[in-house]
């Protein structure tokens, strides 16, 4: 069973990843998942997702449903669709929104560049919609591009920070066990009140777990089950590992998951994802600079500040910037020595630009100049400078927020040190907020 | 019952609110409270709350017990105090930390200005150290200052967001029935696995409630309740409202609660009540000028400008500062047209510093300066205004962040609209993010 497990593959999570691995380890691993694929030529599709995304949002308080609530910009179920698509052995994404959001969808995935992924309208239910999902799946109409998979995920639209180890495990115990589900531990105790609103029975939290997403399932298994189920099981229910006990009689395999499944429910929860996601993408700096040699230059010694100040963040150098966008660094301080003001500013915006990297997240640009005061007097400097604002409010159209940060260069050496170190102090207030209300801002150290 | 509902007291979650409004209401909320307290000269306190405060936090996965994890550098337990001594008829609150966290919590208190705390030590486990704070509200000791309330409240030290609302429902309910305590939907469906790790069977959630606090007893039944209790549930238990139905027979009566009272647990709860609270103390703008009747001019401008962009946001003038400073307003924007540079933001400062309105939250003050390429060349201007640094660095101390906004006053209308929109958007993202490392910063619209 684990020998179809995808090896250099780490977590799914909607942090930064290398994209673009599809092809290949797809059809390596669709081989491996799929029982008969060594034998019949590969053909069979193992593994289908079915995302139901027709939710209301009535709980969060706002009008927006949601699932297409934003984030930085993008919303949460675009991260769930990035976390999905990019473990290369999910062959479909069926996602079920309603008739109203299908074009606001379509737009998402254009938008967003989601691959793979085929939309469905919901039905008025949570169970109906994913009902909805598993049809498209298995009807068999020549002109579609789905085909049945062995195992199904389902997973929710508003649960971003999915990873591809937990959904490898209930996919694999799904295989052996007919059914499988994420759990977690109850954070309150669970109690079941009397008809007078009293309190009839707590129950032992030990003996209890809240049911999360992802679950999986062998799809001839909860298709069954969902063409056996009650009207009443498809209006009220909202459980899947029930349907699959109650219709089938499997009982799940039940995992333990992180906390990071948490379904995003209240308005709080965004504020954590937007949190998380912010964290995630602020781990690497890429310090660029217009001198390679000279170690003693100013901005080898701003870098080495920078690893000292911020020692949770990885600090590199940016020497081989096509690579460095590769691995999805979203952080940029780009220092203008020997060249004048925006030269190298410029052409780092220019290969950002073509790389689409900040397609899905913001990607910060800090344009660092020093001023040494003997030379340039201060006020000339700055009047220079403020073409940055220009610069900011255009490259804000792709999703780039740049700022200047202008670094005193006195001669005294405690007096750098003290620059340098208030630089690096802006230049991660500037990254770990991404505030786009300061683009185009000159900083000063 | 309803007779002693404090009339004026609004929501008592750990937002802006009034302070120092403790001692006539107390008197006269507990003499209402007590049902002996007219006959006897209101001498008997009413109502208790004993915050057990003793964990590890080990769930949240970072060294410091989630109580003291800092949200906005104050620690998470006293946003919880400041929400309980807010509402005027808890007489005593009793906290239980661990020994080694006593000098800890000594140092919160003082420093916050907290009132009406007691501490004891905590137990090993979460209901022997509300047992503690019980014994400490019944020993009878000569010199100890606490008395046997009629009915206490119990909380969590990290649920900072309880409002006075919920308190008083809780505690009316405990006075009739004995027991209370605040339930929420289940967000998760609740299931009990088997021995092998698989579903046994899923609950029914529309039957279920999570139990939340915070929870109210009659002091004699949740008393009695522990000393009778076993040392298996000491050790293993949670829930208080199983021991008094337990050990004394009541069945506690359940109020639904607000989404807010949920428990910090996990790292993301933390980024997720940092919000909640940046978003409560940014609701409303001061905007302060050293000119009153000019109607045009450009001060007032920039004020019709923040109430249009922000209009979820409440914009007052400055006209009686104290009483705005009274009413716990967090931003202010200074505007310095008539008078030298920082004339008018020193001022303001000065009153800030002697307000004492920064000790819970960071205060913003934006100081906005004007520049007319005209009459003053930039270069210069920006010299001047470079001084806003040492400001900054200064009052920072007391917990007031500084920043500086240049605005351009050009003489084309629709160019110097434009200057004001910019310079609404930077005074917002300002005070929304609440950022240390750009104090002293001087930005430019």
Redesign the interface.
């Known amino acids: 069973m684990e020998s179809w497990l995808p090896g250099s593959s780490g977590p799914a999570e909607a942090g930064p990843r290398l994209r673009g691995l599809r092809g290949a380890d797809l059809a390596a691993s669709a081989c491996l998942l799929s029982g008969a694929g060594a034998e019949a030529g590969c053909s069979a599709p193992a593994v289908a997702a079915v995302l139901p995304a027709g939710g209301s949002g009535e709980?969060m308080g706002v009008p927006t449903p949601k699932q297409f609530c934003p984030i930085l910009e993008r919303p949460l179920i675009s991260y769930t669709l990035q976390a999905l698509e990019r473990v290369s052995w999910i062959k479909d994404i069926v996602v079920a929104v309603t008739g109203e959001n299908m074009e606001a969808m379509k737009c998402i995935i254009q938008r967003y560049q989601h691959k793979g992924i085929s939309l469905v309208e919901s039905g008025v239910t949570r169970h109906r919609s994913i009902f909805n999902g598993l049809k498209a799946l298995v009807e068999d109409q020549p002109n579609r591009r789905l085909s049945k998979p062995e195992v199904v995920i389902i997973h929710d639209a508003v649960r971003p920070f999915v990873e591809e180890d937990v959904l490898l495990k209930v996919v694999t115990a799904a295989k052996e066990?007919g059914?499988a589900?994420a759990?977690?531990p109850?954070?309150?105790?669970?109690?079941?009140?009397?008809a007078d609103?009293?309190?009839?029975?707590?129950?032992e939290?030990?003996?209890?777990?809240?049911?999360?997403m992802p679950q999986a399932f062998l799809f001839d298994v909860i298709y069954e089950a969902y063409q056996q189920c009650s009207d009443y099981d498809l209006e009220?229910g909202?459980?899947c590992?029930?349907l699959a006990?109650k219709y089938c009689h499997i009982?799940?395999?039940?995992i333990e998951g992180s906390?990071?499944l948490?379904?995003v429910?209240?308005k709080?929860?965004l504020?954590?994802?937007?949190?998380?996601i912010k964290e995630r993408i602020s781990q690497q700096i890429c310090v660029v600079m217009d001198t390679k040699e000279d170690e003693e230059h100013v901005g080898h010694r701003l870098e080495e500040m920078l690893k000292n100040e911020l020692n949770h963040v990885k600090v590199t150098s940016g020497r081989d910037l096509q690579q460095i966008i590769l691995e999805e660094c979203y952080n940029f301080v780009c220092v203008n020595v020997m060249t004048s003001d925006f030269e190298e500013t410029q052409k780092l915006l220019n290969m950002l630009e073509e790389s689409n990297l900040s397609i899905l997240y913001p990607v910060v640009v800090i344009s660092v100049q020093f001023l040494d005061y003997e030379s340039v007097?201060?006020?000339?400097k700055?009047?220079n400078l403020?073409r940055i604002?220009e610069f900011a409010k255009e490259v804000k159209k792709t999703n780039i927020l740049l700022y200047g940060l202008l670094v005193y260069y006195p001669q005294d050496e405690r007096k750098l040190q003290e620059s340098l170190r208030q630089g690096a102090?802006?230049i991660?207030?500037?990254i770990?907020?991404r505030?786009?209300?300061?683009i185009g801002?000159?900083?000063?150290a």
């Not at 609103?197 to 129950?203: F, I, R």
């Open positions: 709980r066990h059914a589900g759990i977690r109850l954070v309150s105790t669970v109690i079941s009140p009397s609103g009293c309190l009839d029975h707590s129950l939290r030990v003996r209890h777990r809240a049911s999360e009220f909202t459980e590992l029930h006990l009982k799940a395999k039940l906390p990071d948490w379904k429910t209240y709080r929860d504020y954590a994802a937007e949190s998380i007097p201060f006020g000339q700055m009047e403020m604002r102090t802006i991660a207030a500037l770990k907020e505030n786009s209300g300061l801002q000159l900083l000063v």
